[in-house]
């Protein structure tokens, strides 16, 4: 009876492994890496410590702890919302998805040359001094917009366009921006420790090469978005053209 029991799981686990090295090669390895090393640029978890430390300065580590945990979270319901809605808000304005893109690039290339000049400043001095005057900052302004912000939103919604290409596209997006989500909280819980090991020298560092990456990654998506635009206008023309 033991070695049948054996025999059973033995069978059981080789059907696992089988079944696994069937899914893993009808994933898009590809896009996986792409929506999360995107997203990971775009919310840039490294550069969030310094920001997280100046708004939290004086409160008790379990008072962080919450503050964390409640900006991810309400940056995990916002950027799921606007990941399943914002294409329908998208058709309802009469958007197209390519001239969103274009745009989007354009947004982003601003926040990646930023970065670089170290002049990203995702909030006013005054929204600052407001936010520190309050009980809670979780919410403002670190959800929104110092994580959640336009340039992440517009990230998500791009993801989940070029997702329809593939098997559990959505899926993946979301996964993926889980995964960032969660680095996020793990690097604002120990925020004060980076910050003593990378110093603000590491922080610009990190912050300047993904500031780069993320530029290039804008370039991208205004000639994709330019190039689909520029061919449904010939063929709009070409279709007129011939129904004249």
Request: zero cysteines; proline letters at 3%; charged letters at 15%.
């Amino acid at each position: 009876m033991e070695l049948l029991g054996a025999k059973m799981l033995y069978v059981q686990f080789v059907s696992l492994v089988v079944g696994w090295q069937a899914f893993a090669q009808h994933l898009p390895l590809t896009f996986i890496a792409k929506a999360f090393l995107t997203l990971f640029v775009i919310v840039d978890p490294i550069g969030l410590v310094p920001l997280f430390i100046a708004l939290v300065e004086g409160r008790s580590p379990n008072e962080q702890s919450r503050i964390a945990r409640r900006a991810i979270f309400v940056s995990a319901g916002i950027l799921s919302t606007f990941a399943l809605v914002g294409a329908f808000i998208l058709s309802y304005l009469d958007i197209s998805i390519d001239a969103f893109q274009v745009t989007a690039g354009i947004l982003l290339f601003k926040i990646g040359i930023d970065m670089v000049f170290a002049q990203r400043e995702r909030e006013t001095e005054e929204e600052e001094k407001e936010a520190q005057l309050r009980q809670d900052v979780s919410v403002f302004p670190l959800a929104i917009p110092l994580i959640a912000g336009p340039g992440t939103l517009a990230t998500m919604l791009i993801l989940i366009s070029e997702a329809d290409s593939y098997a559990l596209g959505e899926v993946i997006v979301l996964t993926d921006a889980a995964i960032v989500l969660a680095i996020a909280y793990v690097l604002l819980i120990l925020a004060k420790y980076l910050a003593e090991w990378l110093g603000q020298t590491g922080v610009n560092v990190i912050t300047r090469i993904l500031g780069v990456l993320l530029a290039a990654l804008a370039v991208q998506y205004i000639a994709d978005g330019a190039i689909a635009l520029l061919q449904s206008g010939v063929v709009e023309f070409l279709q007129q053209y011939q129904a004249e």
